[in-house]
């Protein structure tokens, strides 16, 4: 049945010369009875609604709160790169991970802004450190070494940030 419909029959109900509004099997159906029905549905309507997008935030936060762990793991992981690997020296460089960054980075809103500085901070620097690595494996040569220094130096750097933005990860992930 449709809106205009369902008006017609109010209407049709509250004529003078009617005594009420019949249903397809020929019983009058009153005006009370077609209000309670309206009424059922449009609350039926309006509660699917309200779940609905309820539920639909509870996934995005959980969503949310999975990509930051993921991007806790990925930091955890490039700290302990710095601390086993020599990550600049030899003809071995090692690349630090940032793909969990890629996924995570639009979510960013939901962290304090101090911590959206550190892990946006940390992950510039590694972003840095990777093209550096990858500019001297295409050009520097094989063994030549010639950005080693600066790699670890670099990497030194990083390794503080590294433990700085996992801290501050944590303490938000534990708030939850």
């Not at 004529?15 to 249903?23: E, H, L, Q, W, Y």
């Not at 490039?78 to 020296?89: E, T």
Request: proline share 3%.
């Amino acid at each position: 049945m449709t809106a205009s419909n369902l008006y017609l029959l109010i209407l049709a109900s509250t004529d003078s010369a009617s005594s009420g509004v019949f249903s397809g099997s020929g019983t009058p159906i009153d005006l009370p009875q077609i209000t309670y029905i309206t009424f059922g549905a449009l609350l039926g309507a309006g509660l699917t609604i309200l779940s609905t997008r309820y539920l639909e935030r509870v996934r995005a936060k959980e969503l949310r709160d999975q990509k930051f762990k993921n991007l806790l793991a990925e930091l955890e992981d490039n700290i302990l790169m710095v601390d086993r690997y020599q990550l600049a020296g030899g003809n071995a460089k090692i690349r630090f991970a940032n793909s969990m960054w890629d996924s995570a980075k639009g979510d960013f809103v939901a962290l304090p802004s101090n911590l959206q500085g550190q892990v946006r901070k940390v992950y510039n620097e590694i972003s840095k450190f990777n093209s550096i690595i990858d500019y001297d494996l295409r050009f520097g040569g094989p063994g030549t070494g010639r950005y080693d220094t600066p790699l670890e130096v670099l990497s030194r750097e990083i390794q503080v940030l590294l433990k700085d933005s996992i801290a501050g990860l944590k303490a938000h992930l534990s708030k939850k």
